[in-house]
């Protein structure tokens, strides 16, 4: 195994050691650097108290302009009415006054009907400058919905072919553009450390096993969108139209044709996206599947849950499953994307995207997070379930349900790229809440990274700058997103490449706590996952590659250890690389992560011309995969 972070590889995060040391000569500098960064950052924070003072002399000025100017035409008006009396005066007649008075009745009967021009306007008119509306908290109710469970054992369904549909998902939709937000504060960079490689025994690492399949049927030449689970002995893998499983602790894998398991008069057929979680509080795999629209317009997830013992004892083909149709949530002909599953205490949350319709294809309706009972699926029962509604959580479309999530599920969207809005909801309540949490503005823009082939690998990048990787950790949670090249728009560090942004936000009082960056001066990140362990660290697995030189790739690692691993160099960079990697908290020792990811490789005998193969790796700290011998 390599360290692609190792010389010219190295990869750089702003996650903090720890570990204390004497600084240099360099280090001192760069505190230096960093401390006139946070008072230019203040002084830039002062400049809306010294605006607001100007708005209010300019203010003043414009009063007081107004009223000389108003002065000064009273006092023509007295001029002209002196101009009258002395002609009256004149006339020394008074059927000349009565005249006089005549013409002013007449005159004011006519302007009674046609005012006259205003000669004298206001010079100076005062306009506000423009503020920008401030994001309210709320909250929503969720709504209930039933599903009942099916059986199924033996795999007796004739396979088809899934990719062979007229019926295709709405890939091609436009990205949920994030606009640029107030002043909040500047990033900047971070210095990078210098951990051991994982080929080194002072990585501090252990990965065991780290299996890719090449053996995939038939070899996956579409984004590879790789999930799994690690229950120990049992592994499961899915990628889009195919998964694999294992009963020998991931050492080999099995594949399987989930048409050919499961019966494939579910909406439109089988489709593409898969999810999977292992659940140890109930001992069970849980296997999402998003299935095609009919035509019409409905469509629906599967959901299909399974023992490891079950898994061994029937070839991986024995599950009792749920259909969450559209129409199940009242979303009549809308299409259903992008799942995601997160595991609680007491309760399993799907969240997946809802939009107008397959035909229409261009309105976004937001995201749905859906609260599932475990024990209801753990007794294979009828599941009574709850979901927030999908306008409520528009801004948060694309992203995912958190991780490792406790009592309380999380997710969050960008309002701007200063302002995100953080959702919560309690597994015991009916009642969802957001609120908004401010964070350095971090650069926007459209990403770019390519490979030595000249393919952009972010070309087709979905889900745009989504909260995509989240996971808590005690009373922290942490989000994840894509960023561009650039500084944010307000100076501060401009980073050469796109990268994740990450925000440890506290649970209560929904401060941001830390913003940090995982960034690389040679190459770009992005798609970040994240799960959490037993001993609350924060394992993190993502795509990085591009910089003109090195192709798209995945790895794995721990979150403050300045360092991602891989194994195998990619030989392609593709211009849609994918829409997710993941890393799961392993089973039965939750100290372990489990990373599943892929590399992109030219392959002549596919017709692409490429083939994403999967991989699934172990790691943790060191001697807690492997004790140390006695």
């Known amino acids: 195994m390599e360290n692609k972070n190792k010389s010219d590889k190295r990869a750089k995060t702003t996650a903090k050691t720890g570990q204390e040391k004497r600084p240099n000569k360099r280090e001192r500098c760069c505190e230096e650097d960093r401390y006139q960064t946070d008072l ?40 002209k009415d002196l101009s009258r009396f002395v002609a009256i005066a004149e006339a020394k007649e008074p059927a000349i006054a009565r005249l006089l008075d005549e013409q002013a009745r ?54 088809i072919d899934p990719t062979a549909h007229p019926h295709t998902p ?113 001992n069970r795999f849980v296997w999402l599947m998003q299935y095609r629209s009919t035509g019409a317009g409905d469509n629906a997830y599967r959901l299909a849950a399974a023992s490891p013992q079950d898994i061994i004892d029937s070839n991986c083909t024995q599950w009792t499953y749920w259909d969450f149709t559209s129409a199940i949530f009242g979303f009549g002909t809308d299409w259903m994307d992008y799942p995601s599953l997160g595991v609680g205490d007491n309760s399993l949350y799907l969240s997946f995207d809802v939009l107008d319709t397959v035909a229409d294809n261009t309105a976004d309706n937001g995201l749905v997070i859906a609260r599932l009972p475990l024990d209801a699926i753990a007794a294979s029962a009828t599941i009574n379930f709850w979901f927030t509604s999908p306008a409520d959580s528009l801004v948060a479309w694309g992203s995912n349900a958190s991780q490792n999530t406790g009592d309380e599920v999380f997710w969050a969207g960008h309002i701007d790229n200063s302002t995100m809005r953080v959702f919560s909801w309690h597994e015991d309540s009916t009642t969802y809440f957001w609120r908004s949490v401010e964070v350095a503005n971090w650069p926007n823009g459209t990403r770019t990274s390519l490979g030595p082939n000249g393919n952009n690998w972010f070309q087709k990048v979905f889900p745009n700058n989504a909260v995509i990787g989240v996971t808590r950790q005690n009373d922290l949670i942490w989000f994840a997103w894509m960023a561009s090249s650039g500084d944010g728009g307000n100076g501060g560090f401009n980073f050469p490449h796109p990268h994740v942004q990450v925000a440890k936000v506290r649970v209560g009082s929904y401060e941001l706590v830390e913003q940090m960056t995982i960034w690389n001066e040679d190459f770009a990140f992005g798609y970040p996952c994240f799960a959490t362990n037993s001993d609350n660290e924060v394992g993190v697995a993502l795509g990085w590659g591009g910089g003109g030189n090195r192709n798209a790739n995945s790895a794995v690692g721990f979150m403050g250890d300045y360092v991602v691993y891989f194994r195998d160099e990619s030989t392609w960079t593709h211009t849609r690389w994918g829409d997710y990697v993941s ?48």
């Open 40 to 79: 230019l950052a203040g002084i830039l924070k002062q400049l809306d108290l010294v605006n607001c003072n100007l708005e209010k002399i300019a203010h003043q000025t414009c009063h007081a302009l107004n009223e000389l100017h108003w002065q000064t035409a009273l006092q023509a008006s007295m001029a």
């Open 170 to 282: 709405p890939n091609e939709r436009p990205y949920n553009i994030v606009p640029q937000g107030p002043f909040r504060g500047i990033l900047r960079e971070t210095p990078s450390s210098d951990p051991a490689g994982a080929d080194d025994p002072g990585s501090g690492l252990d990965f065991d096993p780290w299996t890719s399949d090449p053996n995939v049927t038939p070899a996956s030449t579409n984004a590879a969108d790789i999930s799994g689970a690690d229950a120990g002995e049992v592994v499961m893998i899915t990628g889009n139209f195919y998964a694999d499983y294992s009963t020998d602790g991931g050492q080999t894998f099995t594949s399987i044709n989930p048409t050919a398991v499961f019966p494939n008069t579910l909406a439109g057929g089988f489709c593409c996206d898969q999810v999977v979680q292992y659940i140890p509080s109930i």
């Open 106 to 159: 007449l005159k004011r009967q006519v302007e009674a009907c046609c005012p006259p021009k205003d000669d004298h306007p206001a010079i100076c008119h005062y306009r506000r400058c423009g503020k920008r509306k401030e994001d309210a908290p709320g909250n929503g109710e969720a709504k209930p919905g039933v599903c009942h469970p099916h059986r199924i054992k033996g795999a007796p369904y004739k396979p």
């Open 583 to 630: 890393v799961r908290q392993a089973s039965p020792d939750g100290r372990v992560f489990a990373g599943f990811g892929y590399v992109i490789l030219a392959d002549a005998a596919t017709t692409a011309g490429y083939r994403f193969e999967p991989y699934f790796v172990r790691f943790s700290r060191d001697n807690v995969i492997t004790p140390p011998v006695e």
